[in-house]
């Protein structure tokens, strides 16, 4: 079975642009997160969608947006982009079958690098 | 508000010798633990998780973590390191409800030869 894959590898962006990245989640799973990790506030959760509603949303401004689709690939959006969103953004999927707890493996892809100039 | 704490931020051991990687969790209930690992340039690999039963969990690549409620830890122990195992190793909690992990600010691990 594939992994979770996210696209592109490798983002560059300036301030004020805004960036639109992909995850595929392996198939079959229906609940897909994002993190962003930084080196200064670690990994942190950013929002969690399972059939195309969004179920969980963590602390973070309302420029990182995210949907997903009927097939469960997710996108998120990052508007107007500051230097502070250089991270490296993970996203995970799992199952979603267990009645919404964290009993629900998730399973992460390789992330998206974004570079802010 | 749950928390997960790895007081460690290097760790350096040599190949062969024991490993222990220490976390500690602030949660509310009966929490949902899990050891991930990361390599440079890589995603997080699932290790092992806990959510209930055994205290004593059996993971990938001979890793296993003991969940101690008392001391609201969460360890992870390897009886001997490779030089394969150098990487980031994050402890993390999950939530209640929906898939919403809060981890630990993770150990680096250095394996000398």
């Known amino acids: 079975k594939a992994g979770v894959t996210q696209t592109p590898r490798y983002l560059i962006k300036t301030r004020g642009q805004q960036v639109t990245l992909s995850c595929s989640p392996i198939s079959g799973h229906r609940s897909v997160s994002w993190y962003q990790q930084t080196p200064g506030q670690g990994l942190q959760f950013l929002f969690e969608?399972?059939?195309?509603?969004?179920?969980n949303k963590g602390n973070f401004p309302g420029r990182f947006s995210g949907r997903q689709f009927s097939n469960s690939r997710s996108e998120m959006n990052v508007s107007t982009l500051e230097l502070g969103d250089s991270a490296l953004y993970l996203c995970?999927?799992?199952?979603?079958?267990?009645?919404?707890?964290?009993?629900?493996?998730?399973?992460f892809g390789p992330g998206t690098r974004l570079t802010v100039l | 508000a749950q928390s997960v704490t790895q007081p460690d931020i290097h760790i350096t051991v040599s190949e062969g010798a024991s490993l222990e990687l220490r976390c500690n969790y602030s949660?509310?209930?009966?929490?949902?633990l899990f050891w991930y690992v990361q390599s440079p340039g890589q995603g997080l690999q699932l290790l092992l998780k806990y959510f209930s039963g055994d205290t004593l969990v059996q993971g990938i690549k001979g890793f296993e973590a003991e969940f101690k409620r008392s001391q609201s830890s969460f360890n992870l122990r390897k009886p001997s390191v490779h030089w394969s195992d150098a990487a980031e190793y994050f402890c993390a909690v999950g939530a209640w409800a929906g898939n919403m992990l809060t981890f630990g600010g993770g150990t680096r691990l250095m394996v000398k030869p």
């Open positions: 995970a999927s799992s199952s979603g079958t267990s009645g919404g707890t964290s009993t629900d493996t998730q399973y």
């Open positions: 949660y509310g209930a009966t929490p949902y």
């Open positions: 969608y399972f059939s195309e509603t969004q179920r």
